[in-house]
């Protein structure tokens, strides 16, 4: 690589020699100096691996730099990456694109007695910060910026997993279900003589409570036929439905009162958005009903054609962008694959079932324990064949080997999603698991 390198005062030297070529007649030099934008070039990762038959190995991909935005804060005076580089890329040797008012120059920050013009096919090392100075056209005024680059020092693809607790009889249960409400997730569970749940001791028990804080307790209020599964958090408390259609509601999911539904005497619940809470209609097969924002009121939703089948799995999520969507999907019987169904609230749409076209080529299979949950902006479907994600809404699924589980033999029978954190059942085990680059 060739360049020129300057001090500081040829720098000047040359900038005011070109001042005094020009009349001041003849132009007028501004004092405006700084950075527009800086784009950074195509970079390279090593990435560590293992292959299928368990042997390491190592190799080299390219990233392209224009997906990690540089942040310009003209204030602080600081140019650095919005979001941190993956783990392994090589930042030895980086180029990139700068566009300014005025000259730019650059110099490593711990030593600022030699400066090198600006050229964009230079290659940097960001193993150490440097100053970018912007030299503006009057010669004189200048504006200096720390420019640097972070890499991340985790994979920003796996999850870290913690045991949050462990409930001793968990794996001989007919039906177990986390919850989670607010930033404490409890586990319901049912037996012979009803239906447990355990959770956090103490009333500000958090997320990160030890396994040895945990304790069952027993549901009062319940009848026999209360189904576990159809639990839900909706409005800061737990709801819950009987076999038979009843409605029950509870504030700390051990005492529970039935509630006197209006319009829709026998209903399963199945999911609960931010602004209602959804069920099935026993009376008539394949109708969903949507509740009040108090729960009490229920009136049928329309939808293109009938549920077939019982609902496998559902949930309920706010996009980014502010929209909520309900999904569903349902089985058939006899038939290898699930129904997918979603609602998109607040319009009249209504609901629109995912069938097996050009554009929808890639269905849930029909197998058990099936959850699905809302997380980092996508939907992750826990199959007993493995993961799946969704990023257009539950269209499409693909497989998503990235995403590792506490152990290989897992397959959650329960899971939730709660802001950054994702919780598994398994076995007797509740794990708690957070996304290296959530939300970034």
């Known amino acids: 690589m060739k360049h020129l390198t300057y001090t500081l005062v040829a720098l000047f030297t040359i900038a005011a020699t070109f001042v005094a070529c020009k009349s001041d ?260 097969e394949g109708a969903v009903v949507v509740s009040s924002t108090d729960g009490i009121a229920w009136q049928q939703q329309p939808t293109e054609k009938a549920f077939a089948g019982k609902v496998i799995a559902s949930t309920a999520y706010t996009q980014p962008n502010g929209n909520r969507r309900v999904l569903i999907a349902t089985a058939r019987d006899g038939s290898a694959t699930l129904d997918t169904w979603s609602l998109l609230e607040g319009t009249k749409e209504g609901w629109t079932l995912f069938s097996d076209d050009e554009l929808n080529t890639n269905l849930l299979t029909n197998a058990e324990p099936l959850n699905i949950v809302y997380y980092n902006k996508q939907l992750i479907a826990f199959t007993p064949d493995g993961i799946l994600i969704s990023e257009d809404n539950g269209i499409n699924w693909k497989d998503e080997s990235k995403i590792n589980l506490p152990a290989d033999d897992i397959t959650p029978r329960s899971a939730v999603a709660q802001g950054e954190y994702l919780y598994i059942l398994n076995n007797d085990q509740l794990w708690q698991g957070r996304l290296s680059s959530y939300s970034e």
């Open 25 to 284: 007649d003849d132009v007028e030099y501004s004092s405006d100096c700084y950075i527009k934008s800086m784009v950074l070039g195509n970079l390279s990762r090593t990435i560590h691996s293992t292959t299928s038959d368990g042997r390491d190995t190592v190799y080299n991909v390219t990233l392209t730099g224009s997906a990690f935005p540089m942040a310009i804060d003209h204030v602080a005076g600081t140019i650095k990456n919005a979001t941190p580089l993956p783990i392994g890329t090589n930042i030895s040797a980086v180029t990139s694109t700068v566009t300014s008012q005025g000259m730019v120059v650059y110099a490593h920050a711990n030593d600022t007695t030699m400066w090198t013009q600006f050229n964009a096919k230079d290659t940097l090392d960001f193993s150490k910060p440097y100053i970018f100075r912007v030299i503006a056209s009057d010669g004189d005024s200048y504006r200096d910026y720390n420019v640097s680059l972070s890499v991340r020092q985790d994979d920003a693809d796996k999850f870290t997993w913690t045991t949050l607790a462990t409930v001793k009889g968990l794996t001989s249960r007919k039906t177990v279900k986390i919850l989670s409400l607010g930033a404490k997730p409890v586990i319901f569970s049912s037996t012979d003589d009803g239906i447990y749940i355990a959770r956090a001791n103490g009333s500000e028990a958090a997320t990160s409570q030890a396994a040895a804080n945990w304790s069952e307790a027993r549901c009062e209020g319940l009848p026999a036929n209360a189904d576990a599964n159809s639990a839900v958090a909706y409005n800061g408390e737990f709801w819950m439905t009987s076999t038979d259609g009843r409605l029950f509601r509870s504030t700390n999911g051990i005492i529970w009162n039935e509630e006197e539904k209006k319009g829709s005497p026998s209903t399963t619940l199945f999911a609960a958005s931010a602004t209602a809470l959804y069920a099935s209609a026993a009376s008539d």
